[in-house]
């Protein structure tokens, strides 16, 4: 593991996106995963991740399956903004890691299959995610794949997940022959070519035009059915600009009134960027979501902000032993801990000392001296704090609420 010391990169929490990807087993989570890391980050070679040398590896099975995108949380860079992703099991059997997960994330990329759809899995981690209130936009993946349509799988997205789906992109090609998108939002196309590192920017290719124009016209009706200031817009010139159309999806996101959709294929690599220009877009940083609460010691209800200066208040998430020791990954809600810091366990009602903060990134790790409101870090030197602990401020106790209890969940063979 190659570790470096460096003084934390200061990010406006605007700048900051605190996110998961969704997905049912094999949907794509991995690989979608694994080209937004290597999309974001100069350092992440592709290829090299197979052999096991460059990543951040926890134990043998991590490594041999190239697992720093299995960390509990790894972070990357796209647009200016740090994104934070959060690692949230495919699996109905980890439903309480799924839980875990979507208590400390802001917003959340849902990987579906092109050919599938919505299945099973998908729908209850789906509804786990709507009890906690947490933002989405949607990936229809695998379109390169034999059967796989878009139209298909946006109709199993309304009818199984009852949602209005904001369909933004138009795909170029079907199948083997899928090669780009057109962007109903901008009206221009992106192309990969084979082997591309990234895509060709055009115009609406000729045949596709007025389907392209018919489906940005679906659009607009549907983002200012449901928003007012869109609305005004579209009566006055019954068309929308992109900058009205993306900032009411934005609102549309965040308010959870309409799941905006991309498509591509992550094995591929076609589809990576408009996806990330997307989260970074319309998903919430951790100023747009509401504070947390939780009691003090006196047993009344505060809530805390996502403040650097308000009093520390943290949740261990996640809590790996590795060779370097016990990582606990916290989210920080509010608050800044230095490294050296001591903390209090509110729950136990212990103290303990955070003597390094660790940023995963995909090829390592990076010692940074503090950790502010917004960050999900991981930290060395707690020595009994457990998954699900708060710790705060030793001036300042609060014990954040427990999640709320999860539905018992019915496995789908
Ligand atoms: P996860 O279980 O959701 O993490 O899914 P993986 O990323 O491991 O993908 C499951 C399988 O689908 C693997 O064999 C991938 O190579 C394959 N896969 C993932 N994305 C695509 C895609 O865009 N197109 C095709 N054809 N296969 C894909």
Same mark, same amino acid.
């Given at each position: 593991?190659?570790?470096? $010391?460096?003084?934390?990169?200061?990010?406006?929490?605007?700048?900051?996106?605190?996110?998961?990807?969704?997905?049912?087993?094999?949907?794509?989570?991995?690989?979608?995963?694994?080209?937004?890391?290597?999309?974001? %980050?100069?350092?992440?070679?592709?290829?090299?991740?197979?052999?096991?040398?460059?990543?951040?590896?926890?134990?043998? !099975?991590?490594?041999?399956?190239?697992?720093?995108?299995?960390?509990?949380?790894?972070?990357?860079?796209?647009?200016?903004?740090?994104?934070?992703?959060?690692?949230?099991?495919?699996?109905?059997?980890? @439903?309480?890691? /799924?839980?875990?997960?979507?208590?400390?994330?802001?917003?959340?990329?849902?990987?579906?299959?092109? /050919?599938?759809?919505?299945?099973?899995?998908?729908?209850?981690?789906?509804?786990?995610?709507?009890?906690?209130?947490?933002?989405?936009?949607?990936?229809?993946? *695998?379109?390169?794949?034999?059967?796989?349509? $878009?139209? &298909?799988?946006?109709?199993?997205?309304?009818?199984?997940?009852?949602?209005?789906?904001?369909?933004? !992109?138009?795909?170029?090609?079907?199948?083997?022959?899928?090669? %780009?998108?057109?962007?109903?939002?901008?009206?221009?196309?992106?192309?990969?070519?084979?082997?591309?590192?990234?895509?060709?920017?055009?115009? /609406?290719?000729?045949?596709?035009?007025? =389907?392209?124009?018919?489906?940005?016209?679906?659009?607009?009706?549907?983002?200012?059915?449901?928003?007012?200031?869109?609305?005004?817009?579209?009566?006055?010139?019954?068309?929308?600009?992109?900058?009205?159309?993306?900032?009411?999806?934005?609102?549309?996101?965040?308010?959870?009134?309409?799941?905006?959709?991309?498509?591509?294929? @992550?094995? *591929?690599?076609?589809?990576?960027?408009?996806?990330?220009?997307?989260?970074? @877009?319309?998903?919430?940083?951790?100023?747009?979501?509401?504070?947390?609460?939780?009691?003090?010691?006196?047993?009344?209800?505060?809530?805390?902000?996502?403040?650097?200066?308000?009093?520390?208040?943290?949740?261990?998430?996640?809590?790996?032993?590795?060779? &370097?020791?016990?990582?606990?990954?916290?989210?920080?809600?509010?608050?800044?801990?230095?490294?050296? %810091?001591?903390?209090?366990?509110?729950?136990?009602?212990?103290?303990?000392?955070?003597?390094?903060?660790?940023?995963? !990134?995909?090829?390592?790790?990076?010692?940074?001296?503090?950790?502010?409101?917004?960050?999900?870090?991981?930290?060395?030197?707690? *020595?009994?704090?457990?998954?699900?602990?708060?710790?705060?401020?030793?001036?300042?106790?609060?014990?954040? =609420?427990?999640?709320?209890?999860?539905?018992?969940?019915?496995?789908? @063979?």
């Amino acid at each position: 593991m190659r570790t470096e $010391l460096h003084r934390s990169v200061s990010h406006p929490l605007t700048r900051l996106r605190n996110l998961g990807i969704l997905a049912h087993v094999d949907a794509g989570k991995t690989t979608t995963t694994e080209r937004i890391l290597y999309r974001t %980050g100069a350092t992440y070679k592709r290829g090299e991740v197979h052999d096991g040398t460059t990543v951040t590896d926890f134990d043998a !099975q991590e490594r041999s399956r190239g697992i720093t995108i299995f960390a509990a949380a790894v972070s990357c860079e796209w647009a200016g903004h740090r994104i934070n992703l959060i690692d949230t099991p495919g699996h109905v059997d980890f @439903a309480d890691e /799924v839980e875990r997960a979507l208590r400390v994330l802001d917003g959340a990329i849902a990987v579906f299959d092109g /050919v599938a759809g919505v299945e099973p899995q998908s729908e209850s981690v789906w509804r786990q995610a709507d009890r906690h209130g947490v933002p989405r936009i949607a990936f229809v993946n *695998k379109l390169d794949r034999a059967g796989a349509d $878009l139209d &298909t799988a946006v109709r199993s997205i309304r009818d199984k997940l009852r949602v209005t789906p904001l369909v933004v !992109q138009l795909p170029i090609g079907q199948e083997e022959g899928f090669t %780009g998108v057109v962007d109903l939002v901008a009206m221009r196309s992106l192309v990969w070519a084979d082997g591309a590192e990234t895509f060709v920017e055009g115009p /609406v290719p000729d045949e596709l035009r007025e =389907e392209a124009e018919r489906r940005r016209r679906l659009l607009a009706e549907a983002v200012a059915e449901r928003h007012p200031a869109a609305l005004e817009e579209y009566c006055e010139r019954s068309t929308l600009t992109a900058e009205t159309l993306r900032h009411a999806l934005r609102d549309l996101t965040r308010d959870g009134d309409g799941l905006v959709v991309l498509c591509g294929s @992550a094995y *591929k690599n076609r589809g990576i960027e408009p996806l990330l220009d997307a989260a970074v @877009a319309y998903l919430p940083s951790p100023l747009d979501v509401p504070a947390v609460r939780g009691s003090t010691s006196g047993g009344e209800q505060r809530e805390r902000a996502a403040d650097p200066a308000a009093p520390f208040t943290a949740l261990v998430f996640k809590v790996n032993s590795t060779g &370097t020791g016990r990582l606990s990954y916290l989210r920080v809600y509010a608050g800044t801990v230095q490294k050296g %810091g001591v903390v209090l366990d509110a729950g136990a009602g212990r103290t303990e000392r955070i003597s390094r903060i660790l940023r995963v !990134q995909a090829d390592r790790h990076t010692e940074v001296d503090r950790a502010a409101a917004g960050d999900i870090v991981a930290v060395v030197g707690l *020595k009994a704090a457990r998954v699900g602990a708060t710790l705060c401020a030793t001036d300042a106790p609060l014990l954040l =609420e427990p999640p709320t209890a999860a539905d018992p969940v019915v496995s789908v @063979a």
